[in-house]
T-cell receptor, first 114, second 112 residues
Framework: DAGVIQSPRHEVTEMGQEVTLRCKPISGHNSLFWYRQTMMRGLELLIY????????DSGMPEDRFSAKMPNASFSTLKIQPSEPRDSAVYFC????????????FGDGTRLSIL | GEDVEQSLFLSVREGDSSVINCTYTDSSSTYLYWYKQEPGAGLQLLTY?????DMKQDQRLTVLLNKKDKHLSLRIADTQTGDSAIYFC????????????FGAGTRLFVKA
């Protein structure tokens, strides 16, 4: 079975540019999560969706960050404008909503903002 | 509050057992998980235990849960160099919906 698919795997861009990260969750999973991982701050939950609806976006660092889930098989995380401190690995994960089911992670997007 | 704590580093010799410890604060945990992260990859679910269990064994992995002390451990028997990775402890808590809280991860070094 295909796991969580993220694209691109790597992104290098200059500060001020718009960055869009993409995620395809596991088919049938109805919860989707966006995380950011850095050496300094570890793994941080940015936002999560249940049934395509954003439930908790309290981890989104600033208004420059936005996330959408237009349908059950696709989500985006957008940073506009990007800044060097946004450099990190961004993970998407999905799970079944009920009963504390475990999250399944993609391989992440390594983002470098110059 | 909701918090999961782990030691940051563990170093063991190949062939020895590794024990990675974790403490959590929320007593409403339903499931507790161990994830493994290898370089350049996402977190991979290793094993999980339901909160009404004390122990779970899966090949070289043994998970022990002490619910009274809110302590979870992962034992890896016969540790191999391929076990070198970061291990994350996580708990799922019922807040009306289910929320997963991750620890900061324990980096395991296996010396040949």
């Amino acid at each position: 079975d295909a796991g969580v698919i993220q694209s691109p795997r790597h992104e290098v861009t200059e500060m001020g540019q718009e960055v869009t990260l993409r995620c395809k969750p596991i088919s049938g999973h109805n919860s989707l999560f966006w995380y950011r991982q850095t050496m300094m701050r570890g793994l941080e939950l940015l936002i999560y969706f249940n049934n395509n609806v954003p439930i908790d976006d309290s981890g989104m660092p600033e208004d420059r960050f936005s996330a959408k889930m237009p349908n059950a098989s696709f989500s985006t995380l957008k940073i506009q404008p990007s800044e060097p401190r946004d450099s990190a690995v961004y993970f998407c994960a999905s799970s079944l909503k009920q009963g504390g089911q475990p999250q399944h992670f993609g391989d992440g997007t390594r983002l470098s903002i110059l | 509050g909701e918090d999961v704590e782990q030691s940051l580093f563990l170093s063991v010799r190949e062939g020895d057992s590794s024990v990675i410890n974790c403490t959590y604060t929320d007593s409403s945990s339903t499931y507790l998980y161990w994830y493994k992260q290898e370089p350049g990859a996402g977190l991979q679910l290793l094993t999980y235990i339901f909160s009404n269990m004390d122990m779970k064994q899966d090949q070289r992995l043994t998970v022990l849960l002490n619910k009274k002390d809110k302590h979870l451990s992962l034992r890896i028997a016969d540790t191999q160099t391929g076990d070198s990775a970061i291990y994350f402890c996580a708990e799922s808590i019922d807040t009306g919906g289910f929320k997963t809280i991750f620890g900061a991860g324990t980096r395991l070094f296996v010396k040949a």
